[in-house]
């Protein structure tokens, strides 16, 4: 077994509307992400990225009142992420059953014909709610994935869907006895949930609740998404991963068209070494960022580690990096 590993972690990443046309039209890999990005993937010793979307050619959008976005990729996505070097996935957002349970069936099928791992998402809740654990390296790694809405995704006994933890009051006990269970599997538990509202700088209180309850609970690193931007860093808390390849609208102010590769090095005892490689997301394609790019990102995460009293930031090479 490896003394450490290094894991990737990607955002939300957004493969349907206009990137899923160019996969149609058979768009490769390095036409959306970058070679030297896609090459940091690979690098590592497993990748896991948030999907915000479902794989399928089927099923009909689904039916809420005012939803506006509903986000299918083609089943030519699965290669693009098995060219990424991608190991596993969660299911748990507000995008997995756009088009409704077929389609949701469908991804998890496509996922387990290409041997990427899923969790978040399933058949029934007990599906949605189980953990998979990785052998990575020779250790074994859990991961679990949640998400706090929409609560009509949520899966049930005999329903399709998500698996939907409600945050408001803190940490549901079935979500904090699983993430018992499961570290007592493994030598490392990810715990990964799509939390919060779209478009804010930092994590709001409940959040920030709720991710000291998982880590007490024995994960040992807390990874969110949602936000769409990344958010700070406290202890072994990554707020908010931000997007990682998308075909969204830009916010000039909150810039989610800058973002972040993780790079998080970790052994039995947790969190070792923490890096970022700061990247640009343009329209349907994620590269480098260049240097004025890189500068904004500094600051804007330096602040935000600021903010929530965690760790200072270092440059090296063209990586920034935390310790802990």
Not at 142 to 150: A, N, R
Not at 161 to 178: E, I, K, N, T, Y
Request: aromatic letters at 6%; one cysteine or more; charged letters at 20%.
């Amino acid at each position: 077994m490896a003394e450490t590993i290094t894991l990737a972690l990607a955002g939300d990443t957004m493969l349907g509307r206009s990137v899923g046309e160019r996969l149609s039209a058979g768009a490769a890999a390095d036409s959306l992400v970058a070679p030297a990005v896609a090459e940091a993937m690979r690098g590592a010793d497993a990748t896991i990225l948030n999907l915000e979307c479902c794989i399928s050619d089927r099923g009909s959008p689904w039916p809420a009142p005012g939803k506006a976005f509903f986000f299918r990729a083609p089943p030519a996505a699965i290669d693009v992420l098995r060219g990424l070097g991608v190991d596993a996935v969660t299911l748990a957002n507000n995008h997995a059953l756009d088009f409704g349970p077929d389609a949701l069936l469908d991804t998890r099928n496509y996922f387990e014909a290409a041997g990427i791992a899923v969790v978040g998402a399933g058949v029934d809740e007990a599906e949605a709610r189980m953990p998979v654990v990785l052998t990575v390296a020779g250790m074994r790694v859990g991961l679990i994935g949640v998400t706090d809405h929409p609560e009509d995704f949520a899966a049930g006994p005999t329903r399709p869907g998500v698996a939907h933890a409600d945050l408001g009051g803190g940490a549901p006990s079935w979500l904090l006895d699983r993430v018992r269970a499961t570290r007592a599997q493994c030598e490392v538990l990810l715990v990964t949930p799509h939390w919060g509202p779209n478009m804010v700088a930092e994590p709001l209180p409940e959040i920030r609740s709720a991710a000291a309850e998982l880590l007490a609970a024995g994960a040992t690193l807390v990874a969110g998404h949602s936000a769409h931007v990344f958010h700070g860093v406290q202890g072994r808390v990554l707020f908010d991963l931000g997007d990682f390849l998308d075909d969204y609208a830009v916010d000039p102010g909150l810039r989610n068209d800058l973002g972040l590769l993780w790079l998080v090095t970790v052994d039995a005892d947790g969190p070792l070494r923490l890096e970022a490689l700061p990247l640009g997301l343009d329209f349907c394609f994620t590269r480098l960022a260049n240097a004025g790019e890189f500068d904004w990102i500094e600051r804007r995460l330096a602040r935000a580690c600021a903010a929530l009293g965690g760790p200072s930031i270092s440059r090296e090479a063209a990586r920034l990096v935390i310790r802990w």
